[in-house]
């Protein structure tokens, strides 16, 4: 599997999301959103940070982390 292949990629968080291995997760969307960023995709980016940090503040509770998500979002 090549996280960086957007179906791979797709495939992997949804295996990631059933197992509750919320911290791959966010490790696997924070590498989505910069691979978007880098093909010019930012809508795309904006959707990926975004749900990391959710992630980071609603799932794990690491607000600090959650913080410094929404500021690369924004």
């Known amino acids: 599997q090549n ?3 957007p ?3 797709t495939l992997l968080a ?3 999301e059933q197992e509750e291995r919320f911290e791959e997760l966010s490790g696997l969307l924070e590498r989505q959103a910069a691979l978007a960023s880098e093909e010019g995709e930012d ?6 940070l ?3 940090a959710s ?3 609603e799932t794990l509770g690491n607000l600090d982390k959650a913080i410094e998500t929404w500021r690369c979002a924004f």
Not at 43 to 48: I, P, Q
């Open 3 to 5: 996280p960086n292949h």
């Open 43 to 48: 809508g795309v980016a904006l959707d990926f």
């Open 50 to 52: 975004k749900r990391a």
């Open 14 to 16: 949804d295996i990631y």
């Open 7 to 9: 179906e791979a990629a």
């Open 55 to 57: 992630l980071f503040e």
